[in-house]
């Protein structure tokens, strides 16, 4: 085929990895095109480490111009339009044509829709918010910890729960536990509810287990920055001294006016394929919605986000080079659950079972820590 240009759309775990492959599988002759706002990549696991200074934000970033050398064209600029009948994309002003398109533009954090969350509290989901619950925990000697999920769907339904886990082993190694009570709100019937009950009471049991209150069913309605009070849709209070927030997620505004959300309000693809119903434009990772039979959408985590691109280039690879098969997502997925005392939980499992995702959930352990932390170094190891 004529020399052909793909361009992904988002340089975080889909994009780099679709990115990667593409490049791996293709000519010379065929351009790969990377397009991120921030052309940074954030390893964003490690986001929980950061927030009890177990990390610098220097360790888990990356440039993506590094990938130039490996002949990766990337573009630092915002995409501002995306035409997917055309396959043409406005970047800072310019427009781009491509072959084939990839959409990983992630979720969009949307603190502003939870009035007075912004002031009263700090975001674990961004850079800054996870290095200022790093500088402010170290002032809480006593009073209440908040761990609040605000909306659902959120990306990595492990990431509060382990995140409580982490603060409270934090608050034991400061000697401050015994002043300070921990406690998680979520909107959710309980944790990670796709997994099914069994996996679900698992993970509740290693909350409990440390004393962390739970508070299933808790949708937040306002924060009040004075009093530090969340007040709830089920008309329930808590207050807090340090807050930590999971803000609401909503796809970006750019691939709404593209007409490439559907009524789930994320991008609507086939789930195997994760092309959109525009041939040639395929999206992955956060920014799609894939509904799952018990009417749950498949979970926002990297690795989904990774086995997609893999399959997306291993299909345009095969289009372009007329050999080789199509990839397909089959739904698999694991994740280490970070409980605090240098052990880890680890689930794993088929989200796409047939009549329920069938996942099986590992008791925490040092060896899942290590895992996890493997896993990290690895990450960069293999894709910069
Ligand atoms: C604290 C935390 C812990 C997590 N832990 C895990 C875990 O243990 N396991 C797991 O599987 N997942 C985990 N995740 C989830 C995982 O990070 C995401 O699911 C994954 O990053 C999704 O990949 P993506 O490519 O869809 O989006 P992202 O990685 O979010 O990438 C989107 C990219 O698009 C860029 N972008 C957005 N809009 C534009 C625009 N208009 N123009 C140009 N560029 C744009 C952004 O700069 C960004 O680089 C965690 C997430 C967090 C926050």
């Avoid at 970047?91 to 969350?117: F, H």
């Avoid at 809480?140 to 409270?168: Q, S």
């Avoid at 089920?234 to 340090?242: E, I, M, P, S, V």
């Avoid at 240098?342 to 009549?355: D, I, L, T, W």
Wanted: proline share 6%; aromatic share 8%.
């Amino acid at each position: 085929m004529a020399d052909q240009t793909i361009v992904i759309l988002g340089g975080g775990v889909g994009g780099l990895v679709t990115a990667s492959e593409l490049r791996k599988r293709l000519g010379k002759e065929h351009r790969v095109v990377l397009i991120d706002k921030e052309g940074q990549h954030v390893f964003w696991p490690s986001l929980l480490w950061l927030q009890v200074g177990l990390r610098d934000p220097e360790s888990f970033v990356r440039d993506l111009g590094v990938l130039q050398g490996k002949g990766i064209e990337v573009v630092k600029g915002e995409v501002e339009a995306i035409d997917p009948e055309r396959k043409v994309v406005r970047v800072d002003g310019a427009e781009l044509s491509a072959d084939y398109l990839v959409v990983s533009l992630g979720a969009q954090l949307a603190v502003e829709q939870i009035p007075g969350l912004a002031e009263a509290g700090y975001n674990l989901y961004s850079l800054e918010g996870a290095a200022a619950i790093r500088d402010q925990r170290k002032d809480l000697i006593a009073g209440n910890l908040v761990v609040l999920v605000t909306r659902t769907p959120f990306k990595c339904p492990a990431a509060p729960y382990e995140a409580a886990m982490l603060l409270e082993y934090d608050l034991r190694k400061r000697k401050a536990r015994d002043h300070v009570a921990v406690s998680l709100y979520t909107p959710e019937a309980g944790p990670m509810p796709i997994t099914g009950p069994e996996v679900s009471a698992g993970v509740r049991r290693m909350v409990e287990d440390r004393n962390i209150g739970y508070f299933p069913q808790h949708q937040v309605t306002q924060v009040d920055s004075v009093t530090n009070t969340l007040q709830f849709a089920n008309g329930a209070t808590a207050r807090f001294d340090l807050l930590v927030y999971v803000p609401p997620h909503v796809a970006p505004p750019v691939v709404r006016e593209a007409g490439l959300v559907g009524e789930s309000g994320w991008v609507s693809v086939d789930r195997h394929t994760m092309e959109t119903r525009f041939p040639g434009v395929y999206a992955i990772g956060d920014v799609v919605g894939i509904p799952l039979s018990l009417g749950m959408p498949l979970p926002k985590a990297g690795v989904f986000a990774h086995r997609e691109g893999e399959a997306v280039a291993q299909t345009i690879a095969a289009r372009i080079n007329g050999t080789g098969n199509a990839g397909s997502f089959d739904g698999q997925g694991e994740c280490f659950i970070e409980a605090g005392d240098g052990k880890a939980g680890f689930g794993r499992g088929n989200f796409y079972a047939e009549p329920r995702p069938t996942i099986t959930l590992h008791d925490p352990g040092r060896h899942w820590h290590a895992g996890k932390v493997l896993f990290e170094k690895d990450w960069f190891r293999r894709w910069f």
